[in-house]
């Protein structure tokens, strides 16, 4: 009898661990992917079944390895996995991944002839017959999968043609996925030549043994419930709290260097916190005044994970108030910010605004809305992690190659411990006429030696395409309530919020943005990030208190001085065109050019190109002392430039910058007098030397100051 038991015992033992993983492990499916979506509870909590998310895309295949040259290649479009044949139509690889798992967000956006008309098929499930065939927008972003907002394109205030497609629709597989695209416009990989495919693909793989109802039509029918509820409320944006809060106001006027402070007891989450500054000057009031947010602390002891941001960046506004409404945060046009990110604690927190400016701040309207909340092992503590790479260095004119101008890797965040990333925002400010953001996102998972998500672009991650500056306000995981620095000198606010595409991390967490602007710029960069964590130490144990206290840039000349350059006697010695402040120009494209080819100072002149006989330009500079000096200006020679009338306050002086060879040339100005204050110039087309297109370029280089006049 024994004998028999013992036989008996291992069976029993695998019939009870398979009966406890039935019971502990939910079925996934797409009602049960599309009800996870909007539950925001659900990402304070370490996932309950075990999934890994990563990236398939269109990334330049040449970026293999930091200590190799293809590191920041740039040719990140039409890179596929490999070609099939299938009878008589070719179809690129795009995805090929063994369940189970998940697609969990889809973004496309394409370039050329005929672009985008290429179908799309996703295979699921080793079945040579697509669940999902169509036109590859019609799926992303048209209704043939879903609404929007979980199918739609960003920003609608762009031509359709330059958005970026998102599908958010969840596609789950038990068994595989394979995602394909097919065009006749394709013809060589990195599109030098035809049409230009770029694509992300978030999914999530779960562990073995998680069962998994497949996407299929019937299945897709069966979700129509859940499918509409969801498409309702992230429509709607309608951000209802699951449980019953208690509202605690916290208002006042914070001095210099004090804070105002409040504090919870018990088992509890912060559900909602909504805050309005007012200040004499507001835009160094929301950079200079922090939210920091500690948990559990016990005999002085606090939990190692925090939020330590300010205001405005953590709401999505960054420093200047921009109207936006997401699913986690809110910005109204009268400047109340808001924000739905739950953040659990197990025994105490406490919520502190602190002034690190030097004028008074007042919170004029604030509330934190407090809910119950079961603290367990899967609950995680709420972070926000921020910083600013302030007068950033960008290097030199770049090319797609990635070997010239010097791109690199700043980091975001780096994150120890087990945890949940869910989002970050940028803040900058742009001081040149060129695109800030071909960098592509590097995440490293768990210790991982290559990114298991890399990029196509900044603007890919964040949701929109092709660099626009159009707003993105309404959608509920991606923002840009301001893209006005885009292609010219301002300010940029951009968003990305996770949901199903968030990270989870067992070890660690790493994640890399490169810098790789397009041209040479010093330029003000602020990263935050957001996530959940239980982790062995906090990020912002050494927070970037300088970079909080730091005077912000409404205007290029807040981070280029306009100001003529001295030498140790206080005595005038040059002022770099690139330096001066643009004005206007009646006609043409006022750029800042940069290339090591000409000589130019520091690389850069300003240019003027395509400018009309008559057309007139105007720029300035300031002095601190009031001097007539000697003076030389630098001016590029051009095979296509002409003749100008070059007004220096009140020197005139005609310039013929025409000839064979680009090349610099130093012309005698005379004795110029140099106001103390502001210094005008106004350069006029006056001769067009015949063209096709009867336009003349204009370089200017540099004012170089000699002696005084006797």
């Known amino acids: 009898m ?3 038991y013992f036989l008996l015992l291992p069976i029993l033992l695998v019939v009870l661990m398979s009966f406890k993983m039935l019971v502990g492990n939910k079925i996934i499916s797409i009602d049960s992917l599309l009800n996870e979506m909007v539950d925001r509870d659900n990402l304070a909590r370490f996932p309950e079944q075990n999934y890994t998310c990563a990236q398939f895309s269109s990334y330049d295949r040449a970026t293999v390895s930091p200590e190799k040259e293809g590191w920041f290649a740039n040719w990140d479009r039409s890179m596929f996995i490999r070609t099939e044949q299938h009878g008589d139509r070719k179809e690129y690889v795009m995805m090929d991944s063994n369940g189970p798992g998940s697609i969990v967000r889809f973004w496309m956006t394409f370039a050329g002839k005929d672009c985008g008309k290429g179908i799309l098929r996703i295979y699921i499930d080793n079945d040579t017959i697509p669940a999902i065939e169509g036109g590859a927008m019609d799926i992303l972003s048209g209704e043939k999968i879903a609404n929007s907002p979980l199918a739609t394109s960003v920003s609608t205030l762009t031509k359709y043609e330059m958005r970026g497609h998102n599908l958010y629709f969840p596609i789950p597989y038990a068994k595989h996925c394979k995602v394909t695209y097919q065009s006749d416009n394709i013809t060589d990989a990195g599109a030098k030549k035809g049409e230009a495919v770029y694509y992300n693909i978030n999914y999530r793989t779960y562990e073995k043994g998680s069962e998994i109802i497949s996407y299929s039509s019937e299945q897709k029918n069966k979700a129509q419930t859940a499918r509409n509820a969801t498409e309702n409320k992230l429509a709607q944006l309608n951000k209802t709290i699951s449980v019953p809060t208690e509202k605690h106001k916290i208002v006042g006027k914070i001095k210099p260097n004090d804070k105002l402070s409040i504090s919870f007891n018990g088992s509890k989450a912060i559900r909602k916190i909504s805050i309005k500054l007012a200040a004499k000057n507001l835009e160094q009031a929301l950079r200079s005044t922090v939210l920091n947010i500690t948990y559990d602390d016990i005999e002085n002891k606090k939990a190692s994970t925090s939020v330590w941001c300010p ?23 009268d400047g109340l910010l808001s924000a739905w990110w739950v953040m659990p604690f197990e025994k105490n927190c406490t919520l502190s605004l602190t002034n690190l400016g030097d004028q008074i701040v007042e919170v004029s309207e604030g509330e934190i809305e407090v809910g119950s909340w079961k603290w367990d092992e899967s609950s995680m503590y709420f972070g926000a992690y921020w910083k600013e790479f302030h007068h950033l260095k960008t290097g030199e004119m770049k090319n797609n190659s990635g070997l010239a101008g010097s791109p690199f890797d700043i980091n975001y965040v780096t994150l120890s411990g087990k945890g949940v990333y869910v989002g970050d925002a940028v803040t900058l400010f742009n001081t040149v006429y060129a695109w800030w953001g071909e960098g592509d996102e590097k995440i490293y998972v768990d210790g991982e030696k290559f990114p298991s998500h890399i990029g196509t672009g900044t603007e890919d991650y964040y949701g929109y395409a092709w660099c626009r500056p159009e707003k993105i306000i309404n959608h509920p995981f991606i923002a840009q309530p301001d893209g006005s620095g885009n292609f010219v000198p301002g300010y940029t606010v951009n968003s990305r919020y996770r949901s199903l595409d968030a990270i989870p991390f067992k070890t660690s967490f790493k994640f890399d943005m490169e810098m790789w602007h397009w041209t040479r710029a010093t330029i003000n960069f ?27 840039a409404i205007k290029r000349t807040d981070i280029i001085s306009p100001e003529v350059e001295y030498d140790n006697a206080n005595k005038p ?4 065109a690139e330096s001066m402040i643009f004005e206007k120009a009646s006609g043409g494209d006022f750029a800042y050019d940069n290339s090591e080819k000409y000589g130019w100072a520091d690389n850069m002149e300003a240019n003027w190109s395509s400018a009309k006989k008559g057309d007139k330009l105007s720029f300035g500079f300031v002095s601190n002392t009031k001097a007539t000096l000697q003076t030389n200006a630098v001016f590029t020679i051009r095979n296509n430039s002409g003749k100008f009338r070059f007004t220096l306050n009140n020197k005139k002086v005609i310039l013929d910058l025409a000839g064979e060879k680009t090349m610099l040339r130093t012309i005698d100005l005379g004795f110029v007098k140099l106001n103390k204050g502001k210094n005008k110039i106004l350069v006029e087309v006056i001769d067009v030397p015949p063209s096709k297109t009867n336009t003349v370029e204009f370089g200017f280089d540099q004012l170089l100051f000699g002696n005084k006049i006797k």
């Open 2 to 4: 024994k004998k028999s």
């Open 311 to 333: 205001v405005g960046d953590f709401f999505g506004t960054g420093y200047q108030i921009r109207e936006i409404n997401t699913w986690y945060t809110e910005v109204s046009k």
């Open 573 to 576: 010695t040059s002022i770099q």
């Open 526 to 552: 602020a990263p935050v990030c957001f996530y959940y964590l239980r982790g062995s130490k906090d990020p912002n144990s050494n927070p970037d208190i300088e970079g909080a206290k730091g005077a912000v």
